[in-house]
């Protein structure tokens, strides 16, 4: 089966310009998930869709990133106006169904966003 | 609050010797997963071997294994006979069992180097 996939796979922009990622998660998969990934830390997780509902968006800085999931697909991540902290790396991934998964996920290669 | 703490930023190790990779955790949960994601230069995250915390014996994939302790809330990562394949950067995650919610938290990272 396909992977996740993610675009662009790099992108550099100017504080305070918007940006946006898109991501198309696996055939089937109701959960798609958004990670950023900032140098040197793990993972944290940004915002969490069930088809095209949000579960968990509770560290969603939302004064300037939205995301979307229209049609229960492939998800939007948006950034506007940029910041400095905001360099990162942002993955995407996506599960069969959130409640019941015993496994990992399935990650997307991310983008790598640096802010200038 | 979960919490995950992986303390070597940096291991080496010799082709074809072993390594183990520390990771503690903190939860006042009793059922969740433990995993190992590797993370080479693609950026791409993929999952090495995974735990339930429910299972006493500890998981084995081919030359991956874990020490899984569960009352001292510690999760290692054992890789016998390293390849130059191995090396990539090894995260730690936690994710509770229940819930809609199933958010990986991740720890720090252990960036593994092979040495030929």
């Known amino acids: 089966e396909a992977g996740v996939a993610q675009s662009p796979r790099y992108k550099i922009i100017e504080k305070r310009q918007s940006v946006a990622f898109w991501c198309n998660p696996i055939s089937g998969h109701a959960t798609l998930y958004w990670y950023q990934q900032i140098l040197g830390q793990g993972p944290k997780l940004l915002i969490q869709f069930q088809n095209n509902g949000v579960v968990d968006d509770s560290q969603l800085p939302k004064d300037r990133f939205s995301a979307e999931r229209l049609k229960g697909v492939d998800s939007t991540l948006k950034i506007q106006p940029a910041k400095l902290e905001d360099s990162a790396v942002y993955l995407c991934?996506?599960?069969?169904?959130?409640?019941?998964?015993?496994?990992?996920?399935?990650f997307g290669s991310g983008t790598r966003l640096t802010v200038v | 609050a979960q919490t995950v703490t992986q303390s070597q930023p940096e291991m080496s190790v010799q082709e074809a010797e072993t390594v183990t990779l520390s990771c503690t955790y903190d939860t006042s949960e009793s059922d969740y997963y433990l995993f190992w994601y590797k993370q080479p230069p693609s950026r791409q995250m993929i999952l090495v071997i995974r735990q339930e915390a429910y299972k006493q014996q500890n998981a084995t994939e081919n030359r991956f294994s874990v020490n899984f302790q569960k009352a001292a809330k510690s999760f290692s990562l054992k890789i016998s006979d390293s390849q130059l394949g191995d090396a990539a950067m090894y995260f730690c995650a936690y994710r509770s069992r229940g819930g809609a919610t199933n958010k990986l938290i991740f720890g720090t990272g252990t960036l593994l180097a092979v040495q030929p």
């Open positions: 991934a996506s599960t069969p169904d959130a409640s019941r998964i015993s496994g990992g996920y399935t």
